[in-house]
C-alpha cells in the first residue's frame, strides 16, 4: 500500500516535471514567434501609428478631393478610421487604389480661389447661339472643328490646361486623366516637328484636336544600365524615365509633371511622311539590317552613329502633354542651388561646403513660404529615380514665389539600378528640411501594405508600352524600395541631430491648418 502510494505520487512528481517542461518550451516558442523575421520591423510600424495617431479621423465623406469641402463641412462628418488599413489584399484592392484611396491622398482641401488657377475661365456661355460660331476653328488639313466655347466639347488637353492650379498640376483622382492618357496614345499625329532648344533629339506632335505632346525616342532597353564611365551630362535621355517619373510624381503624392503616355509610333506614316520639318526629313535612312531610322539635329547624339530606328517602322517612345504656350502663362526658370558644375574637374560649392545650406536658407527665395521644402521634394523624386540631371526647374510666373515647382524633363533619370548615389540627397542631409505630409507619404509607402515598387508596378502597368515589355525592370523597381529607406533614414538622422541640439526644425508644418480637424474629433 505505502509502495502504491510512494509510486503513484513519484509519477505526479514526473508528470508536474514535464508539464513545467513543456511549459517552457511553449513560452520560449511563443516568446520567438513575436521576432520572426517575416513580421514588419516592429519600430517602424510602431511609430507609424503613433506619428499618424493625431490625424486618425478623417471622414470618408472628405475623400473625395474634387467635391473641396469646407474644414467645418467635415467636421460634422468625421468619423473614426484607422489611418493604417487592413491589407489591401483582404479587400481585393490593388495596392495602388489602396494608396490613392488613404486619407493622406485625401486631406481636405479649400475651394481653390479664382486668382490661384492659372486660367481664368469665363463662365459658361448661357445663350450657347450663333455667336458662338465665331469661336469655332476654321478647319485645317488634317484637323478637327472645335467648339472652344462650349466647355462640354473642350479636347482633354485643354481640361489639363485649365485644371492647372497654384499647387499642382492636375487634381488627386483627375477625371480628366483617362481621357486624357487616351488622347495621348491613340490621337492621330497631323504633324511632327522637331523641338528646337534642349541638347537631344525631340520632337512636337500634333493632334487634330489642336493637341500637341512632347516625343522623346526610345535609346536603351529597359535592363541596360547607362555605361558607368559616362557622366551624368553625357548620358541618354530615356522614354521609359520620362513615362516612370510620371508615374512616381503622381504616386508620391506631388502631381507636379505633366502627363507623360508611351507610344508606339510608325517612323514612316507618323512622321517621316507628315513633317514639314525639312532638316529633320532629311536625316531619315534605312539600316543594313532594313530598320527605318533616323537622328535629327540637336547638340547631343543626333548623328548616324545614334540614330534612333523602328522595327522595322515601330518606334518606341513616350509622349507628355504640352503645358500651356509660354505666350499664354509665362514661366520662370530658376537654377538650382544645387546644380552640379556640368565638368569632369570640378566641383561645385555645395559638395565641398558641409554648411553650404545655411547660406541658401537666408536667400531669397528659399527663405520664405514653401520653396526650400518644395524643392526637398524634388530632390527626393531624383534621388529616388537617380537623376543627376537636375540643373533647372520652372515656375509659371504668375503665381510668383508660393507655387509649386515644374519637375519637367527626367529623361536622364533610371539609367542605374545597381548603384544608387548619395550626393543627389545632398540638399536634404544639409538641410534637414522636409514638409511633414511628404514625410507621411513616404513613410506610407515604405509599408509592406503599400510598397513603392509594387505601387509603382501596379500603376506602370496601365501604360500602353507595358504590352511592348514592363516599363521599368524589376531591378529598377527594386532599387526603388533600396532609395526609399535611404531617405527615411536620413530624415531619422536629422530629427536625431535636431532632438540632440533641443530644436526641431526638421519638419515644414504643412499639415497644421487642419489641426482643428482632428483635434475636435479626438
Ligand atoms: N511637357 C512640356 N510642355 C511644354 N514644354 C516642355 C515640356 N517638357 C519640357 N518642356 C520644355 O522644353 C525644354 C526642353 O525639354 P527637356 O528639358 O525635356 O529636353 P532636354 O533636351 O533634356 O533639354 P536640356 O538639354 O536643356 O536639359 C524644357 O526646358 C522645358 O522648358
Ligand atoms: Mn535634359
Known amino acids: 500500500m505505502l509502495r502504491m502510494r510512494r509510486r503513484s505520487r513519484t509519477i505526479c512528481l514526473y508528470l508536474a516535471i514535464i508539464t513545467i517542461f513543456l511549459h517552457l518550451v511553449l513560452v520560449l516558442f511563443s516568446a520567438s514567434m513575436y521576432h520572426l523575421p517575416c513580421d514588419p520591423p516592429l519600430p517602424t510600424r510602431m511609430s507609424i501609428h503613433r506619428e499618424l495617431a493625431h490625424i486618425h479621423h478623417i471622414s470618408p465623406v472628405i475623400m473625395d478631393a474634387n467635391k473641396n469641402l469646407s474644414v467645418k463641412e467635415d467636421k460634422k462628418a468625421a468619423v473614426d478610421i484607422t489611418v493604417i488599413r487592413a491589407e489591401p489584399a483582404e479587400s481585393g484592392m490593388s495596392k495602388l487604389e489602396a494608396l490613392f484611396d488613404h486619407p493622406l491622398y485625401n486631406l481636405p482641401s479649400r475651394p481653390i480661389p479664382e486668382e490661384d488657377w492659372l486660367f481664368k475661365v469665363q463662365p459658361n456661355a448661357k445663350n450657347h447661339d450663333k455667336s458662338s460660331q465665331m469661336w469655332v476653328s476654321a478647319s485645317r488639313d488634317g484637323y478637327e472643328d472645335v467648339d472652344w466655347k ?150 547631343y547624339y543626333c548623328s548616324t552613329e545614334h540614330a534612333v530606328c523602328g522595327r522595322p517602322t515601330a518606334l518606341e517612345a513616350s509622349l507628355a502633354v504640352m503645358l500651356p504656350d509660354p505666350a499664354l502663362a509665362a514661366r520662370r526658370s530658376w537654377r538650382s542651388p544645387w546644380r552640379r558644375s556640368y565638368s569632369r574637374t570640378k566641383l561645385a560649392e555645395w559638395e565641398t561646403n558641409p554648411d553650404y545650406c545655411s547660406s541658401v536658407k537666408r536667400t531669397a527665395p528659399y527663405n520664405k513660404g514653401t520653396r526650400l521644402v518644395d524643392f526637398i521634394d524634388l530632390v527626393i523624386l531624383d534621388f529616388l529615380m537617380s537623376n543627376m540631371d537636375r540643373h533647372h526647374y520652372e515656375t509659371f510666373e504668375k503665381f510668383g514665389n508660393d507655387t509649386f515647382l515644374l519637375h519637367l524633363d527626367n529623361g536622364r533619370a533610371f539609367g542605374r539600378h545597381s548603384k544608387d548615389e548619395p550626393s543627389i540627397l545632398a540638399p536634404l542631409k544639409q538641410c534637414c528640411r522636409i514638409r511633414r505630409s511628404t514625410w507621411y507619404r513616404l513613410r506610407l509607402l515604405s509599408l509592406p501594405q503599400y510598397q513603392l515598387s509594387d505601387v509603382m508596378r501596379s500603376s506602370l502597368s496601365h501604360d500602353p508600352l507595358s504590352s511592348v515589355a514592363p516599363l521599368l525592370a524589376e531591378p529598377h523597381l527594386a532599387a526603388l524600395d533600396r532609395r526609399l529607406a535611404a531617405v527615411l533614414q536620413t530624415v531619422s538622422g536629422c530629427l536625431k541631430q535636431q532632438s540632440e541640439k533641443g530644436g526641431d526644425e526638421v519638419f515644414y508644418e504643412d499639415l497644421d491648418h487642419l489641426k482643428d480637424l482632428f483635434a475636435s474629433a479626438d
Request: charge should be positive; aromatic fraction near 12%; proline fraction near 7%.
Open 150 to 299: 462650349n466647355s462640354s466639347s473642350h479636347p482633354p488637353w485643354l481640361r489639363f490646361h485649365l485644371g492647372i492650379s497654384r499647387w499642382q498640376l492636375y487634381p488627386h483622382r483627375d477625371p480628366n486623366m483617362e481621357p486624357l492618357t487616351q488622347h495621348l496614345a491613340n490621337s492621330r499625329i497631323v504633324s511632327a516637328v522637331q523641338r528646337s532648344g534642349g541638347t537631344q533629339l525631340k520632337l512636337v506632335m500634333s493632334f487634330p484636336n489642336y493637341g500637341q505632346a512632347m516625343l522623346k525616342p526610345m535609346k536603351q532597353e529597359r535592363n541596360e544600365e547607362t555605361n558607368y564611365n559616362l557622366y551624368y551630362f553625357s548620358d541618354f535621355e530615356r522614354h521609359n524615365a520620362e513615362i516612370a517619373a510620371f508615374h512616381l510624381d503622381r504616386i508620391l503624392g506631388y502631381r507636379r509633371i505633366p502627363p507623360v503616355v508611351g507610344r508606339l509610333v510608325d517612323v514612316v506614316k507618323e512622321i517621316k511622311d507628315i513633317t514639314t520639318d525639312l532638316k529633320l526629313a532629311r536625316t531619315f535612312f534605312t539600316s543594313p539590317v532594313g530598320n527605318v531610322c533616323f537622328y535629327g539635329r540637336c547638340s
